[in-house]
């Protein structure tokens, strides 16, 4: 045993215990003969006191000698300390060292490790190591950790059971670009790594595995962003024998879960919205719904009055910032220039200041009267010492050019308040998306999500108007979790191929596995995927996932730390048969 | 809500109750105008009952066209039935439907679905499926399930943390190949995946982590054997300040909590054995000790009586099979035919007899006389009954053929039992081993392992000879951990990679961010990894861990079911800029 105790355990009631401490040294004090090693670890920080006496004098070199973040093991007497420090569980005691032994040296570390470091981004980066020996950085971790094991209690609790899928597995495109692992076995083919265990879990829904989840590593080769890794994980779910209203119960209880023992938060009702109203009262299929900001169409009320702009606009469409009527003309033009930028795309804003004694200046005064601007405030329900914000023109853009300007407004005036959780169901997705580059339809959420019943009829004349029975868990703004009812039968199955543009042999070469086992007895289900690593992101009050992981990749997709990928040696390419692969197709 | 209750649910005292149950059609029966169907989901079976009468003939006609494996959805009454089957918890109660829908018709099955099948092998790991559909194949799943649960649990008790680290990597290889993934974002670079996450997990002890774990998928592309495919997993743990002592009663504490928890077994006591004596007394390094037959050599004994092929032999060395003495010619002749197998190779096999009168016949009676054959049958402690086997030649292959003739014996005279579970420590392992091929020492364990402090000063004088902190976990002859006290100083883990005949420039290159990182304060510590499909098995009774994994590999390393790998386009390989990867090189 290299200790027996940790740095964060000792207390008053340990006095005159022998005790052998291990860890890091975080503080060396020197003063009037007197050193404090402040020793770390994991658990906590004990203090050491060497003094000056008969036969110490050695010791105390040795003391005096030490670095910050040496490695060392002390042995000695805990002892009541002179000056407590309420600050910490062990600022009660102390040790008094009879040995110290230095376990192992360490150089000056480039940045200071403590919660409050000098260390810039790159280089807490390049030395994650170091970096996470910090506490704010290690807790993200074990907030992570704590994700989990809740994560699997939970779900074992309601008899779901973990299963773990296949990571080299055969290419089922969804909407992705695989990573590909060529196969020695068998020259010039090739695996490719899941982007989702998708096809798995609904045969395994087959299967009769009734409830199946699982805490699993999924992979992506896209272009990086910050909220994106090309490895992230997910908490994979799927049950049978459900409905919607099934699902969107049990996962409530998930994260309902999730917040009472890993936060001990209440969290209150899950609002649920459908994607038609989360478009036209937020422009965004993720509202943020910390605060409220709701759009109000103005086409009815702002057309007709000689404004060309409106008039010849598809939507007029804004929102009352609550308590921002006192913005000064700097303000408004700030925000005017923001939603400007070619990020946003905006042509101009309009503006109507609701004044405490009922009156209205905005920018359109020329155009429209005390009265009309009046009835626009009604419609938005502002009162005085609010602010209309408003946009016009062609109608999806400008009511996503409106969400980003709500989302800066509810920055501005502290409406994103970290600590206050919103979460929100947002219903009835539209099955198919149309794409203008390929000119055809696309699975919105991917190719085994089911049409709503009500609409099946829709496919052949109207296809970008029917609904899946598919649904999002937002929080704050943030998509955390997505999934459908899927298609059960082998022949609804067929005809959703057939819709997103797949030849009858194409269907069949990548997912005949499936249609053929949809044959054989498959059950009604459906399943949920979250997003791991950004479930913890919102559970830390953070917007960078990349705290919650261990080793992250940096914008190359390199490992921040050890440089990878690697050149690897031609002789094991050819030995791949790479070259082969090439010659072959 | 398709279903009130599931399949295994109903009991006596839900009599009157309505209810809706949906599953899968075990059974039809239809008899004097009686229907039953056998109701089946993963939780139980339910049986139904359609009666002829007013009104319900449509129903009963429907209950007839069922076919084996249908999903039905049945509402109707719980009533009591007439005669109970008190072999299924729900062997009081009976449903009789009002009404019937099937949710989906199924082909007929290409085998039964029982816990009896007629499928074959290759036909039930084609439609792994529907044999996943089997209680008996289902329930090894969620022993594997509860396997997980117990572990973390325990893990998380003992304060151990999960952290995932990294699927894409840089490559560190550790004796088998690496896969290699094709980076698009870095043409003609390529990520390995991970054979295990050894430098990851001791980068986390460098973080002060203190205490890490993982059950995590790693990938070694080697050809297939029945006891490994080319993506297993593993219970991966790491501890700071620590010594050997302190790995083992940690991780005793884990495998007797599994024990306990899955199987409600009292582990008892862990025998420990150095790796030197499991050579010497079992041939093998993981020796099955659910039965003796201990190794005895007789050299001293057997030499020098004119039996040439004893006199010539480097070691003559035998084991006492107990109650074997009964063992017929025809019996001995062909456990000779079986070690003179090319697998085995020995060159023939001597045997005694001891008799229950105290006499003794052997296959060498010409040249050893009573008192000789006394003295053997004394020194293996064998008595009256007991057969004595002994193979002679080169003695580490002697030793290798005597332990597969152990295990023969074992598994002939029933000591191989499979509810029986003999745990075992084998330690001081040798820190190298010698490559014929390659002329070189090769870490046993892997380049990380520290070797024994009072065997260092041997490493440039005898290398073979220095024993290492390594230690294997055994359980009836099966390995399913090992790990090592590793190396945590810079100095040594250099002169580690010198004598595995790296340059400087290659540990740098490949190792280099460990060694760096061991200088900035790296803590002792040590680890181990369990074989978890491994560890599954062996809990299950079986030998083959194909029954543990959802979706096993075949022997060419294809899903057994989906046919990967795939072929992927030759626009996509272009992309990957393979064909770069190789110019450049």
Redesign the interface.
Known sequence: ???TH?CGELRISDINREVVL?G?VQRVRNKGGLIWVDL????GITQLIFEEGSGHTALLEKAASLGR???VQAKGTVIERASKNDKIPTGEIEVRPSELNV?????V?PFIIEDETDGGDDLRMK?R??D??RNVV?EK??L??RM??ET?KFM?AQHF???????????TPEGA?D????????P??????PQSPQ??KQ??M?????RYFQIV?C?R?E??RADRQ??F?QIDCEMA???Q??ILNTFEGLIKHLFASVKGLELGEVARMTYADAMRFYGNDKPDLRFDMKFAELNDLAQGKGFPIFDQAELIVGFCAQGAGEYTRKQIDALTDWVKRPQIGAKGLVYVKCNADGTFKSSVDKFYGQEDLKVWADRMGAKGGDLLLILSGEAPSTRKQLSELRLKMGEELGLRDRTVFKPLWVLDFPLLEWDEETKRFHAMHHPFTSPKKEDFALLDTDPGAVRANAYDLVINGVEIGGGSIRI??RTVQQTMFRHLGFSEEEAKAQFG?LME????????HGGIAFGFDRLCAIFGGSDSIRDY???P?NN????V??????????A??EE?N??L??KK?
């Open positions: 045993m290299l200790r940790t291990a890091w770390r670890d994991r658990y973040e040496f490695v376990l192992n040296p360490a150089k570390p030395y190591y170091l996470l020996r290690r971790l074990q992570r950790h989990m094991q699997r074992d059971i973990e299963v773990e899928t296949p990571v080299l597995i055969k290419s670009r990573f590909v692992v060529p196969s020695r076995i068998n010039g083919e090739f695996y490719a790594l096809t798995f045969l395994l087959v299967s009769g595995f009734d590593k992979f080769d272009d990086l090309p490895e994980t024998f459900v409905e209203e099934d059960h039968d596995f086992a949809f044959e054989y007895g498959a059950p009604p992981i261990a080793f990749k190359s997709g390199r490992d730390m050890i440089d990878s990928p690697s050149p690897i040696a031609v094991q390419l791949l790479i070259a692969a090439l197709s």
